[in-house]
């Protein structure tokens, strides 16, 4: 059938995938943005918290899939076996760019915060987060894009999403699922991205700094 | 484990197989991105188009590619070839352009003022000091395919995907993890092994931030 | 008469948006084995005319000729690699050694490794840089004036007629510029060769300048020698380009020989001085022993003539 008539037969079918991988999508991600950024903070902070690092090296360049995969046995399959892996690739880049963005705030600002008699936590909030704030974000980002493109592929794992339709596309050869599932996906994240890029440059101007 | 000892022929023929596809969706994916990065650095007009196509390529969900590559060039080998090596352009094509961008312009002027010619300058002198950050492009784009290499199985390309699919399928974790491990593995080993050779490309690589693209 | 290395003819420079050129109609003669200084305040012109030297700007109208032949009609390439180039920010490729980096023109000339290695090394020695220490150093390991010292040997590797150099001491202390400087005057000593060194540092273009040439708006204010600028001065701005204490860098460039009277009277006792040495170090000697007047010796140290301290303080209105 046509392009056409496949959105009006499936047209509401569509809509409420799209709607769960939204919602899925700013579940995992304020929870993986919050992660990131206290495990951030607590590398950038505590010694003991160093170790976190070599772990997350080794999370990271593993496919998201086989992380899928690998926590069905012990998750299962649905909505919970799907957030567990989600959450840990979300937070790395978050987690990454926190603990970067922090270590590269210009020593001065310290300095001139703790001088001025702010506390140890004062200075956090106030100044480093805040100068690390378009590092910070620009990891969400990474990690926002990432997460549109995983819970695609959370598909197959029973989850409902976009993914579905991409992967009854592949199962029947469909073309019309193919194209509807990918493009929306697609536009998705890019749409997501341009957000985020206008947040990251706002949070630029927040920050006093200029590009 | 036992099954490990079964079946290593079918596992050592799908690592095979994915270190094939992988391999040969880098060497395609190198030999256009860094050229591409090359003009978008030297022909200034063209930066905009050429990072803000790759860019929007890398935002695409990966199993969104494979998807829209089915209907361009069917089932196999080729579509995921070709969908791994869009998707690999950016870090390549992003850091061979900051790489030649952030060349200081007085080491360019003294290059010019010697003598050498355009082409002398990029081959001995931006492309040399631009390895630091293109090795950690290749390091990123290198680690993406090894990843994606899995979901090409999905479109009948084979690789390591075959088994942790069939695992899912089959509610199998051992199979899972016959195709799970090689994947592991093969993707750490790169990232170390890459690591190593950006180190002796004469700087720190910065692996403390995740990629801030466009 | 020595040939005239560079010549500029009536050169003119617009850029694009600005309505006063750069370089307003100049005409200019380098000779060969001589330093020329281009100075002037920032904006008048001195580096866009060095560098159209080696058509790293092209002028928009009149010729430059390098050793007689019309820039333009020159390969680029060619021409560079017959040039010698020092920035005042080095430029040394850090990727590769210090033998490296001065072995560049010579390989893009296609010369074979073994002359390569010896002009290194010869190159090393001139710049005062043990070869043995220094061929297989990176530029990161040095510091500024060594930097810079190989940047002059890198320049010079092709053995070039023409050295152009574009404030090349500006970014080293004082210690170490003067040292380079020194370096400059040795190196010219030696190899004669055509030296155009925009400055704008008046102290720098008087020490290194045969002749100096005051740049303004794109136009020679004045060019003469050192002494010509420090006696008559043409403008205001000039004079204070020069000091207030011009009367007392003039001595710096005069030598005692050239105002010592033969057969004078010799007076006993009178302190000595080097016939080579300059009147401002004659001075010094005036100052700290009160003499009215020093005998002059030669360098085995036998007294031939006399200086007398009213010749010193009378030399300014001689010369009016």
Known sequence: MSLGQYLDIFGGMILDLLVKHILLFLVALAGAALAGILAGVAVYRLRAARFIVPVMNVLQATPEIVLLALCIPFLGIGYVGAIVPLFIKGILPVMQNTLSGLRSVEPGLKEAARGMGMSERQTLFRVELINAAPVIIAGIRVSAIMLVSVITLTAYIGVESLGTLILQGIARMDANALLVGSGLSAGLAIIVNQIMILLEKTAMRLAGRSR | ?214 | ?320
């Open chain 3, 1 to 320: 008469m020595s040939e005239t290395a560079i010549k500029f003819r009536s050169v003119t420079k617009r850029f694009d948006g600005t309505e006063l050129p750069a370089v307003d109609r100049l005409d200019l003669d380098v000779h060969q084995g001589e330093t020329v200084a281009l100075i002037g305040a920032s904006g008048c012109g001195k580096t866009t005319t060095l560098k159209m030297i080696n058509r790293l700007i092209d002028p928009t109208d009149g010729a430059i000729m390098v050793a007689g032949r019309d820039v333009r009609s020159v390969p680029i390439l060619e021409l560079r690699r017959s040039l010698g180039y020092v920035i005042q920010q080095v430029g040394l490729f850090p990727h590769m050694t210090v033998a490296a980096n001065i072995a560049v023109v010579p390989q893009l000339l296609g010369w074979d490794r073994k002359r390569i290695a010896a002009r290194v090394d010869e190159l090393l020695a001139l710049v005062h840089l043990p070869p043995e220490q220094y061929r297989g150093r990176r530029p990161a390991e040095l510091s500024g004036g060594q930097q810079q010292r190989v940047g002059v040997a890198r320049a010079l590797a092709a053995d070039p007629p023409i050295l152009l150099m574009d404030e090349p001491f500006g970014a080293l202390d004082p210690i170490t510029r003067a040292s380079l400087q020194n370096e400059v005057l040795d190196i010219q000593r030696k190899l004669r060769k055509a030296i155009v060194i925009v400055t704008h540092d008046m102290e720098e273009a008087i020490r290194l300048g045969d002749r100096i040439v005051v740049m303004e708006q794109g136009r020679i204010a004045q060019a003469g020698t050192p002494a010509d600028l420090l006696l008559k001065p043409a403008t205001p701005f000039i004079a204070s380009l020069l000091g207030e204490d011009r009367a007392i860098k003039l001595l710096q460039t005069m030598k005692v020989a050239s105002l010592m009277q033969a057969g004078g009277e010799m007076t006993d006792g009178a302190p000595g001085i080097g016939r080579d040495a300059t009147l401002h170090e004659a001075l010094g000697v005036f100052l700290s022993s009160g003499a009215p007047g020093l005998t002059v010796t030669d360098e085995d140290g036998k007294a031939v003539a006399m200086l007398a301290r009213d010749g010193l303080f009378r030399l300014q209105s001689a010369h009016r």
């Open chain 2, 1 to 214: 484990m036992d099954y490990f000892i079964a079946n290593y022929d079918r596992i050592a023929l799908a690592t095979a197989r994915h270190f094939e596809i992988c391999a040969l969706s880098v060497a395609l994916a190198l030999l256009i991105g860094i050229p591409l990065g090359i003009v978008a650095a030297k022909v200034r007009p063209l930066a905009f188009a050429i990072l803000g196509t790759v860019s929007v390529i890398y935002t695409i969900p990966t199993l969104a590619m494979f998807g829209l590559m089915i209907p361009l060039l069917g089932l196999g080998f080729v579509p995921a070839i070709a969908a791994i090596v869009l998707y690999s352009l950016l870090p390549l094509v992003q850091n061979a352009y900051t790489g030649i961008v952030n060349v200081p312009p007085h080491m360019k002027e003294a290059a010019r003022g010697l003598g050498m010619s355009e082409g002398q300058i990029l081959w001995r002198v931006e492309l040399p000091l631009s390895l630091p950050v293109i090795s950690a492009g290749v390091r990123t784009a290198v680690v993406n395919a090894v990843g994606m290499g899995t979901l090409a199985s999905l479109i009948g390309a084979g690789g390591l995907g075959d088994l942790i699919f069939r695992g899912i399928s089959t509610v199998s974790l051992v199979v899972v993890l016959a195709g799970s491990i090689p994947v592991i593995v093969m993707a750490v080993l790169a990232d170390m092994a890459l690591r190593v050779l950006e180190l002796r490309a004469g700087r720190r690589a910065d692996s403390r931030t995740a990629g801030s693209a466009p």
